[in-house]
Structure formats: C-alpha cells, structure tokens
C-alpha cells in the first residue's frame, strides 16, 4: 500500500471525463457483444510500439503505460519507498515549470497526469480532452524526461507519505498484510512495504529520485495502451513525442527468484475491539493452462462477494463478519491465493474454522449450478469493462504485460465458456492446500485459532 494523495480537482476531472464516455461505450460494447472492439498495434517511426483501441464517439483520449520491472521490489537496501516516492513527485513540476504551473496547466485544460508503484512494476496514465492532446503529451514528456524533483515539492510529497506510515502503525489491516508478507517472503524484496518505512523514506533525496528515473524508465520496459479519439496514423508521431526522450535501455537489478513459505499462525496482540486476519497459500500463475479453472474455482469460494461459499457461511447464516473474500494474486516472483476478514476478537476463531472448513470443502468440488452460476456472471459483467476509456487503456497494458495476446478481448470469454466441472473439479483438488495456509491475525482474538 502506497501512501501519497493527491485530492486535486485535476483527479476529479479525469473521473468526470471518463464517466462522459461510459454511456456510448456501454451501448457499443453491448450492442457489438463486445466482439468488435478492435486492437491495433501502432509502431512509431521510432521504434515505439502501443496498443490502440480507437472510439471517435467521444472528444476523449486515455494513455495507460507501465515500466516493467520497476517496481519497488528494486528499491536499494535502506532506501525502501524510493520507487513510490518518485510516482508522486514525477508530476510536481518538469522542465521550466515548478509544481504549482505544472499542475495549473494541467487543470486549466482539464488534462490528467498521473503515476504509481507497485511491487513488479512502475506506471502511469493520462486523459486528456482531444482538443488539448498535445499539450497533455508535451507534458507527459516533460514529466517523464525533465522531472524537476524540487525541495518543497520534495518535502511536501514526502509529509504526506510519512503522515501515512504513521496511521498505519497502528491500522490492523496494514500491520497485518505487512507482517503476512514478511512472514511467507522473509529476506526478499516483496517482504518489504511499497511504502518503505519511516527511516528509509526520510534518507530519501533529489539524487534519489534522479538515479531511479534515469535508471527505470526506458524504451526497453515500456508497455503502453491507448483508447480513445485518435487513429493509428496519428498516435505514431504523439509516441515519439512522449516516450521518445527516454533511454534506449533500462538498468535495473534483477528481482530474485522466491518460493514463499507457508503455513502456521501468528497473532500481532492489539487493544482494538475486532481483530483483522488475513491468510494465504500457493497461487497459480496467469500463463498457467489450468488458470481459468482456478479462476472460477475462487470466484465460488470467496472472489464472487454475496455469491461465493465464504460469504454465504460467514456472513449471511451467522453474520460473523460484514466482509470476507479471497483473490488470486499473480506477481512476476511468485503466485499467491489469499483472503482477509475482519471480525470482533470473539469471532475471529470461529470465523478462521468455518474459512478453513470451506476451504477443504472446496477441493471436494463444487457442483453444475455453482460452476453455471459463475460463468454466467463472468462472461456477463466482462463487457461491462468496456465502458471507460480508462479500462480500456489499462486492460490493454495488462494484456501486453501478461502475453494475453492482441486478440484476449474477443476470446477471454470463451476460455472461461470453455472450463468443465472436471477442469474445476481437478485444479481445486490439486492447488487447495489448508494444511498449508499462513494466517496473521491482528487484535486480541478469543479462544483457539485454527485455520
């Protein structure tokens, strides 16, 4: 979790801008059975390449990108926080203008910039009216290549990121996946908070921020989409002009290899009046044939909110807890599948049996109605992705990033149309492991724990 707000009206805009566009979309998507939408790869005279989904309905045009392997899982040792640090200041001035023209520019043409760091990877976005897109990619460019990383801009970024660190000294859901990562990742980068901590983030300087931009963001690691009001014949010069100034190639140390460890439970005493858990096991890799079936599987078990196992036993026939899930996580080092609840301290244990009893359940297998049941929501709600340039340019990112292929958005549906109760049946027998779950619990829980 990363700690930097940025509340301007410029933020708001692009919300504003985006949702302009939702209504057209949605009826396109719909009305086209989400078939039509067409990929286009534009390769600049450059050498740039990006994804384009073209959609002249509307005066609008979103721009997603992202630096592979930049994460801050490449933050230096004693530095952790760098990369996160640089995804709020990148945009608080470049080239001659400090932070205040920079950002009045910006909400003056009612253009969006904005950037951030995960673990794996570092990115950005923009959303621009088309009648001020080349003023927006001016100013990608200059925030991508002239960053000015000024002290107040510096110290005011860095306020904001330590007032966060602090909060989340004392948040249980904070400590408790920071403590779950450090507990399955040990020694490895992904143990350490994208945030970084207290210490770190105040060693942080200019110097800093320069070294990893010069060193992070390259032609090399760069994936972009683009969706919106523009052709491929236009958008090939516009590459140029923003990504075109940067390095040819990327010098960033490699993340290790990690195979997390789990199992056992921790508890993290604290006076609060509920306790916070979060779990996790063996995941399973997006490029994995069985994904699909695993996929499903999740959704049936806690990923489908009112409509999963887990939701329906802890919540709605013993109202335990307001909220439980899992989730897939697939990061470039390792896969994980995991879940949270929170619950009051005399709940928390009955909570964890009942989880793990629906967890050894599952590999038991789920039955023709569930499986029905979730493909059809699956496939129903995909289209409803399309309704926002934004998505879209984002999902073009992700389908590059994860080789999904130019061709995933006419046949994502169709894989998951394609998955028997034999498919499900199996994978869940063969990647549920309860005897092997970490679980952290934050609070003071009541009674035995037992996953």
Do not use: C
Request: aromatic residues 8%.
């Amino acid at each position: 979790m990363s700690y930097i707000a940025k509340n301007t009206p410029v933020l708001k805009m692009r919300k504003t801008l985006l949702g302009l566009a939702s209504a057209t979309l949605l009826m396109t998507a719909f009305a086209s059975q989400a078939s039509a939408v067409e990929v286009q790869e534009v390769t600049s005279d450059g050498g740039i390449t990006a994804w384009l989904i073209e959609d002249h309905l509307n005066p609008l045009l979103t721009v997603d990108f992202a630096f592979k392997g930049a994460g801050s899982a490449t933050d230096p040792a004693g530095k952790g926080g760098l990369a996160n640090m640089v995804s709020g200041l990148i945009d608080e001035g470049a080239g001659e203008m400090d932070s205040q023209t920079f950002r009045t520019e910006m909400e003056d043409r009612s253009i969006s910039i904005s950037f951030d760091a995960g673990r794996d990877d570092f990115s950005g976005s923009m959303v621009t009216l088309t009648r001020e897109r080349d003023t927006a990619i001016d100013l990608l460019r200059l925030a991508l290549t002239e960053p000015r990383f000024d002290d107040e801009a510096v110290e005011r970024i860095r306020a904001q990121v330590m007032s966060g660190l602090r909060r989340a000294q004392t948040d249980p859901g904070d400590i408790a996946g920071k403590a779950f990562f450090k507990s399955i990742f040990g020694d490895h980068p992904y143990a350490n908070p994208v945030s970084g901590t207290i210490a770190s983030v105040s060693s942080l300087n200019a110097n800093d921020f320069r070294e990893f931009v010069r060193h992070a963001m390259a032609r090399d690691n760069l994936v972009i989409g683009v969706a919106g009001d523009i052709t491929a014949e236009e958008l090939g010069p516009l590459l140029d002009e923003a990504f075109g100034g940067l390095p040819e190639k990327s010098d960033l140390p490699a993340i290790p290899e990690v195979t997390p460890k789990f199992g056992g439970i921790e508890v993290i005493q604290q006076d609060i009046p509920q306790s916070q858990a979060v779990w996790g096991q063996k995941g399973i890799a997006r490029k994995d044939p069985d994904f699909y079936a695993a996929y499903i599987m999740n959704y049936i078990l806690g990923g489908g909110g009112f409509s999963s196992r887990l939701t329906e036993e802890v919540r709605e026939k013993r109202g335990l807890a307001y909220g439980v899930y899992s989730y897939l996580a697939d990061m470039d080092k390792a896969e994980l599948m995991t879940g949270g609840v929170a619950t009051r301290n005399d709940a928390i244990g009955q909570s964890l049996s009942i989880i793990g009893d629906e967890w050894q359940k599952m590999k038991e297998g789920v039955s023709q109605e569930e499986l029905d049941n979730a493909k059809s929501y699956l496939t129903g709600a995909f289209p409803l992705r399309f309704t926002s340039l934004g998505n879209l340019s984002g999902m073009l990112v992700g389908m590059q990033m994860q080789d999904l292929g130019m061709d995933f958005l006419d046949k994502r549906n169709s894989l998951v149309e394609a998955v028997t109760l034999d498919d499900v049946n199996r994978v869940a027998g063969e990647l549920l492991d309860p005897a092997n779950v970490t679980v952290t619990v934050v609070g003071q829980p009541e009674g035995d724990l037992a996953f």
